[in-house]
């Protein structure tokens, strides 16, 4: 891997674009996180060229004509984490913060990144996938009885390319598994059935292909997982940083988070969701390749336990962005 040449002095060169908003179902936790990266940018010292671009009114064809030559991309969900933007930027010529055009299309994708997993030896739940026309239109085909016998119950329906839990349903009996089916499938052209791991929820924020720390998530006993606003807005929400756990399980998670990420490609940053079982086992559950920065996310977190302030976070992953880690 080629050593890394250019430090935070050489952001300075820059004309750096915060993109954040966008049109996708993250929106609102999208521009949380931009106001907060802008913002970081804006008072550090080295008095930087940063402005805040939202491309629901603003069209990123004009980025280039505009002077700007960075972007730092909190844009989530689908067009911001899909592999679509980066394409876009790479088209440009402008460099861009995270993963490339191959690994963002590849991670947003939950079941591309399940076979992945299962290729490269990373414990993952069970699942298996139906199609939106499966499921809107071919109902009397479905058979529910042999998904609940393959993956018990209760088990959690998905939308293949949504982040930050939207459209996630946890199906308790045979009656709410349809109705969850069909919520997902007007979301996504394909649906993710889920094995319910039922134990303890983590999350591990990974920086060049470092394990910051595992936070452990425990959320208010009024939601049934974590979910949308559980996950941003209710500070009942705690999270233990770093996990009560001990020194040999501690090592096991930090190092499936890693293994999850080698086995995509990513060398930047990402933050991996891990699943714990009654018997101390981990599991993957996906992996975020533009890790929310708002005041309730955890990437943020780690890197505070690690010393890295929130200002200095959001620098290095620049500096990263202008080092092409991701081709390194």
Known sequence: MKTNKY????????KIAVLCGGTSNEREISLLSG?????????????????????????????????????????????????????????????????????????????LTKKVWLQS???????????ANQILEQQDTLDLD???????????????????????????????????????????????????????????????????????????????FYDYQSKYFDDNTRYECPANLSPEQTAKILALAEKATLAVGIKSWCRVDILSNQEGEFYALEINTNPGMTTHSLFPMAAKYRGMDYTKLCLHVLVDAINDVELG
């Open 146 to 224: 042999k998904i609940i016998a393959d993956l018990g119950l209760p088990l959690f329906v998905k939308p293949n390319l949504e982040g930050s839990s939207i459209g996630i349903s946890k199906v308790k009996s045979k009656e709410e598994l349809l109705p969850a089916l069909i919520t997902a499938a007007k979301l996504d052209n394909q649906v993710l059935v889920e094995q319910f791991i039922n134990g303890k929820e983590y999350s591990v924020p990974v920086l060049n292909n470092k394990a910051l720390a595992a936070i452990e998530i425990i959320i208010d006993k009024k939601y049934e």
């Open 35 to 111: 106001d907060g990266i802008y913002s970081a940018l804006k008072a550090s010292s080295l008095n930087l060229d940063v402005h805040k671009i939202d491309p629901k009114f603003y069209d990123l064809i004009n980025l280039k004509k505009d002077g700007f030559n960075l972007v730092f991309n909190t844009l989530h969900g689908r067009f911001g984490e899909d592999g679509q933007v980066q394409g876009f930027l790479d088209v440009l010529g402008i460099k861009y913060s995270g993963c490339n055009l191959l690994q963002s299309a590849l991670t947003l994708d939950k079941l």
């Open 121 to 131: 030896q990373v414990s993952t739940s069970a699942f298996i996938n139906l199609t």
């Open 7 to 14: 430090t935070v002095e050489d952001l300075k060169q820059y």
